[in-house]
């Protein structure tokens, strides 16, 4: 009874340490899940997920770290989904997914916030911007002006325009 409590305790901890791979991969695959809207052929199985999940996990270098561990696994996921996805989507689409994962993984990590993340996709900061002219009309067009000011109503950006 105690062996199997130690091992009970050993497992709880482990799976609590490893719940950020989890949480990312979960992510990436709903990430891989909104392609489809792209193109119809892209139908991704959570089998085909598992299996790139599963390769990521092989190919990690180990370490008796945990945290070391944590990292290395963190970084085969995103390799493997990245060669993997390559391999399967068109090429028009590659650099967009490049993108896609990115953001994903930076949300994920709390390094982008959700208006940051909506301004990137959208080009726009969901606040209204002030109607005025560009004091620097040789440098940028009226478009991106209006970027400008949009970018300035986040608040990593606050004071840009």
């Known amino acids: 009874m105690k062996e199997a409590k130690i091992t009970e305790d050993r497992i709880a901890i482990m799976r609590t340490n490893c719940s950020p791979v989890a949480e990312l ?6 990430a891989i899940l909104q392609l489809q809207k792209l193109d119809p052929m892209y139908q991704f199985s959570l089998d085909f997920f598992v299996r790139v999940y599963r ?6 270098e180990k370490s008796k770290k945990i945290d070391q561990r944590l990292r290395n696994l963190i970084e085969s996921l995103k390799k493997c989904v990245y060669f993997e996805m390559n391999r399967s989507i068109f090429v028009k689409h590659k650099l967009l997914f ?5 953001l ?3 949300s994920v990590n709390n390094m982008l916030s959700e208006s940051e993340y909506k301004f990137l996709i959208s080009g726009l900061s969901g606040k ?7 004091p620097f009309m040789n440098l940028f067009t009226e478009k991106q002006w209006i970027n400008i000011k949009h970018l300035s109503n986040l608040n990593s950006f606050y004071g840009l325009r």
């Open 25 to 30: 991969a979960s992510a990436i695959y709903f």
């Open 55 to 60: 390769k990521s996990i092989k190919q990690a």
């Open 98 to 102: 490049s993108l896609i994962l990115t």
């Open 104 to 106: 994903t993984c930076l």
């Open 128 to 134: 209204p911007v002030q109607e005025d002219t560009c």
